[in-house]
């Protein structure tokens, strides 16, 4: 079965740090592009960061840019993201994604359980 987990989210001051990790199991984790999502309350999903199967196409929401840093590790099947500066307004829960069609026939797409970030003004 497959499975994304992730890790790493709690309460936080403005202006402190978080990193949030997803380990993936149950998938060939090279072949997939992977992402973060997060959820405000009253707010729709928003996409925060991706990273595609080769690690060379990375995208970041307006929102993250320039505090935000996303990264995998495929030797522990395994992706991060890395939050500093945080702000009030980046609360929210943060989902895990997983994105396999860019290599595999059919719709192979997954999603975490989620991990809540607070921060705190």
């Known amino acids: 079965q497959v499975q994304l987990v992730e890790s790493g989210g709690g309460l936080v001051q403005a202006g402190g740090s978080l990193r949030l990790s997803c380990a993936a199991s149950g998938l060939t984790f090279s072949a997939y592009d992977m992402g973060w999502y997060r959820q405000a309350p009253g707010k729709g999903r928003e996409q925060v960061a991706s990273i595609d199967w080769s690690g060379t196409s990375i995208y970041y929401a307006d929102s993250v840019k320039g505090r935000f840093t996303i990264a995998r590790d495929n030797a522990k099947n395994t992706v991060y993201l890395q939050m500093n500066s945080l702000k009030h307004e980046d609360t929210a829960i943060y989902y895990c994604?997983?994105?396999?069609?860019?290599?595999?026939?059919?719709?192979?797409?997954?999603w975490g359980q989620g991990t809540q970030v607070t921060v705190s003004s």
């Open positions: 994604h997983a994105d396999g069609r860019r290599r595999i026939s059919g719709l192979y797409l997954y």
